[in-house]
């Protein structure tokens, strides 16, 4: 009877310690905090701008034949759809389309002379430096290329029978901001400036040739929404 009393006691006890181990992890798991690792979203690079854009050209250019001459171009108030590429945080890529139509009339000796009219696709990309430091408000500068397509042109008729722009390529700088909402929408101001000179042929009435420039130079004033995907 000792002996079996021995012999359970010694199961109890190897029982017991062998617990111990199990009880002791269970312990130490429960004592430690689970580790989370931190949520981190995916940073879209594309942003669009929808912006009405005014169009304010210099009102300056000549006709070779004239002497004395000036031609004026009138001003304009369009749509404009600007589409961004951000390589980085701070540097983008931006091209703005959109469509104009402006009228060019005679000046100086050629006061009070329609010259025509046309419409131009004046497609124009920019690399930007954004400034990330402001919070909402992100500001950038930026400079490119701009080329001009004209279109649908069309002489006044009476002085001017025939009136034709040539396409153009002319620099483009830029500043802007926009001013975040929120992580997607926010409001833009953008001012650029180009320097965009076509050369000018027409033909008057009784079939004279004359040639000429027309000295756009317009300023780009746009203010519309933003939107970062």
Do not use: C
């Not at 942003?47 to 004395?68: C, E, K, W």
């Amino acid at each position: 009877m000792t002996k079996f009393l021995t012999a359970v006691s010694a199961l109890a006890m190897a029982a017991a310690l062998n617990g111990l181990p199990s009880s002791a992890v269970a312990a130490d798991l429960s004592a430690k905090p689970i580790y989370k690792a931190p949520v981190v979203e995916a940073w879209n690079p594309w942003m669009i701008r929808l912006r009405a854009l005014g169009v304010v050209t210099r009102d300056s250019g000549y006709v070779d034949q004239v002497a004395g001459s000036g031609l004026k171009t009138t001003d304009t108030l369009v749509p404009e759809l600007d589409i961004s590429y951000f390589f980085t945080k701070n540097i983008a890529a931006e091209l703005i389309l959109g469509v104009t139509k402006h009228s060019v009339s005679g000046t100086g000796t050629l006061a009070n002379v329609d010259v025509g009219k046309a419409w131009l696709l004046p497609p124009t990309l920019t690399l930007q430096y954004h400034f990330t430091e402001f919070g909402a408000f992100k500001p950038y500068v930026g400079a490119g290329v701009n080329y001009t397509f004209f279109f649908s042109q069309k002489a006044a008729g009476g002085t001017v029978v025939e009136s034709h722009l040539k396409d153009s390529f002319a620099p483009a700088v830029q500043i802007g901001f926009d001013y975040m909402f929120d992580k997607h929408w926010g409001w833009n101001v953008d001012v650029k400036k180009l320097w965009l000179r076509p050369e000018w042929s027409g033909t008057l009435a009784g079939g004279t040739p004359v040639t000429g420039k027309v000295n756009l130079d317009p300023w780009l004033i746009g203010t519309g929404i933003t939107y970062k995907f």
